[in-house]
């Protein structure tokens, strides 16, 4: 049984209109999701509609968590696309479940690249819904037809799509969900959406620009009513400590006695004040994400943060009693050689000398769509066979010299591959996430190991119908300086 404070109990009487929220994934993801959370409260503050939630873990994604009804008896499905992996969930769900209502679906997925999936979900949502009328639309639309050249929806009949985005963040969500979630029990507080930095591998700057941030007084006015609720505050945000008032804001939540916990936290934004901060609103252990061992390759990656940032944010981190770290790295960048991997782990081994505890995530890199690396192949290697065998042992390498002193977690090549097949992919990939089977040998099979082909650049891509607001001659430019 879900231990939950404020879900919606809607009786539900004849001539209601419900919309099934879908999350294909596990529950502690989705209830830590503000837009679903967003969505959910906005649908069943209309009188004639009512909104229940479905997530993987919670009677398989078939039943709902408020009534127990099946997925089939719902008039609209709005499914949640966070991760590509979940396309195979999502399809699985729709299949077993024999809905045949509306089947929408948004999230950062759909923004990137819906063409995988387009056969199975009537309609996506293309960007951030609120303040637009989109959610109206939806819920007044009985087929595909009825939304097709809606702005901000995309169903398979447009050229083009623009995605849409509220201007200013001058609203916060206040009636929220509080379950056990992926931050713990406790209240989301998004403090802004998308990023001020230029990271070249990342789509939060592609897909989520402009950078905006909420004003610090809203968002402590939305924490206030939780006191006595919750002891705990998620700040979520891509880059939470770029926020220009961070510590005005956890300033004042540490005021009002809540424990404070950022979804990222950026080394170069990490001074004394900051840290003490921090570990006064609870902070334990802490998490710097260099992405790569060398400051060649982070130049190349545009991440903006040296040794010395990382170094000096764990010097900082341990003399305010912070005793555990974790560092995220990638591997399969473009132009990466064994010296990049041994400069990761001597950059492991000097945060080692400064901080007892360090666990280590490494991930291959995906090329995703709308960022300058979207025609890179994957692992970086033009012969991407021989670069599969090479990270395979690259990432032998790195594990066997990095768990002599840290925990050591490093994702599979194959699976990577995998996840760039469905984001770069085109309609051809909807048979095989029809097929249900996640493996590189299905996709083999099935002829579409050539998504993860160097793509020439003059090409026209798959998800260039999508209107970012970016200029493709600006990713041709970075792309082009880095090869
Ligand atoms: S700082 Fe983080 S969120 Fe911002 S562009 Fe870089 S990787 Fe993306």
């Not at 419900?18 to 503050?45: C, K």
Request: proline fraction near 4%; charged fraction near 30%.
């Amino acid at each position: 049984m879900l231990k939950e404070d404020n879900p919606f109990l809607k009786a539900w009487r004849k001539g209601l209109k419900s919309v099934a929220l879908v999350y294909p994934n596990r529950y502690v993801g989705g209830i830590s999701n503000i837009g679903l959370q967003y969505i959910y409260a906005e649908i069943n503050s209309r009188e004639d509609f009512v909104c229940e939630r479905f997530y993987l873990d919670v009677f398989n994604g078939l039943r709902s968590v408020e009534s127990g009804r099946s997925l089939k008896d719902f008039d609209i499905a709005f499914f949640s696309l966070q991760y590509e992996e979940d396309y195979f969930k999502a399809v699985r769900i729709l299949k077993k479940s024999g809905f045949k209502g509306l089947k929408v679906a948004g999230g950062p997925c759909c923004m990137l690249n819906p063409k995988p999936i387009l056969r199975f979900f009537d309609a996506f949502v293309i960007g951030e819904v609120e303040n637009s009328r989109v959610i109206d639309y939806i819920l007044e639309a009985k087929s595909k037809e009825d939304l097709a050249g809606i702005e901000g929806i995309y169903t398979g009949l447009e050229d083009r799509v623009r995605r849409i985005k509220p201007k200013k963040l001058d609203f916060h969500l206040k009636q929220q969900i509080i379950g056990e979630g992926a931050y713990g029990r406790c209240v989301l507080l998004e403090v802004g959406r998308g990023c001020v930095r230029h990271c070249r591998f990342c789509v939060v700057r592609q897909i989520y620009s402009p950078p905006r941030w909420r004003d610090v007084k809203l968002l402590l006015e939305v924490a206030e009513a939780y006191k006595g609720v919750v002891n705990k505050i998620a700040l979520i945000a891509p880059s939470v400590s770029d926020h220009p008032k961070i510590k005005e804001l956890i300033a004042g939540l540490v005021e009002m006695g809540f424990m404070v916990s950022p979804s990222s936290i950026r080394a170069d934004t990490v001074d004394d004040e900051l840290m003490e901060l921090l570990v006064a609103g609870g902070l334990k252990s802490f998490t710097i994400a260099p992405e790569a061992g060398s400051e060649r390759l982070r130049e190349i990656l545009k991440k903006g943060i040296s040794e010395e940032d990382v170094l000096n944010a764990a010097k900082i981190a341990r003399e305010k009693g912070i005793m555990s770290v974790k560092l995220y790295f990638m591997i399969g960048l473009p132009t990466e050689t064994e010296e990049d991997i041994h400069e990761m782990i001597e950059l492991v081994r000097k945060v080692r000398e400064i901080i007892p505890k360090v666990s280590v995530s490494i991930n291959p890199l995906v090329p995703k769509p709308h960022t300058p690396f979207q025609w890179l192949p994957y692992t970086g290697f033009k012969n991407v066979r021989e670069g599969m065998i090479e990270l395979n042992r690259r990432s032998k390498l790195i594990r066997k010299e990095l768990s002599k002193m840290a925990e050591v977690s490093i994702e599979k090549v194959d699976s990577f591959a995998l996840q760039t097949i469905l984001s770069r992919g085109e309609e051809d990939v909807a048979d095989l996430i029809d097929m249900g089977r996640a493996t590189l040998k299905a996709a083999e099979k099935l002829g579409l190991l050539k998504y993860l082909e160097e793509i020439p650049v003059d090409r026209v891509l798959p998800w260039d119908f999508i209107d970012h607001g970016y200029k493709k001659e600006r990713l041709i430019k970075e792309f082009e300086a880095i090869m």
